[in-house]
């Protein structure tokens, strides 16, 4: 938090309860967000919130709002949840969409959704 006040960004708690995985994820891959460490952690409207540990790398900025076409609105977030939530939320969001292709067909792969879901 001390760090987000010396850059002037707001300092961004991950929940993995309150996002969206599959709306974020199509945002950017898990390998730009690995490459940048940055993490799309809302979407709404006109806006892409994006979580960072270095907010003064912002090369990848013009090429997000002009791919997603919308704007971005930069927080700080812990890097340990980033570098955490990347892998999880990129890999829980591929099973959803997986998932939803088969129409429910497959439930063991809804079984191990469930449990990916409860070890949060």
């Known amino acids: ?41 809302e979407l709404s409207g006109n806006t892409v919130v994006v979580a960072t540990t270095d907010p003064y790398n912002r090369e990848w900025q013009d090429e997000i709002a002009r791919i997603s076409r919308k704007d971005i609105r930069l927080v700080f977030a812990n890097p340990l949840d980033i570098s955490q939530y990347i892998g999880q939320f990129f890999s829980l969001a591929k099973s959803i969409k997986d998932a939803r292709k088969s129409n429910g067909n497959d439930l063991g792969l809804r079984q191990n959704l469930e449990q990916l879901v409860e070890l949060g």
């Open 1 to 41: 938090e001390w760090t987000a006040r010396k850059v002037h960004l707001p300092f961004y708690r991950i929940d993995p309860l309150k996002i969206d995985f599959t709306s974020v994820s199509e945002v950017m891959s898990a390998t730009y967000a690995t490459r940048f460490n940055i993490l799309p952690v």
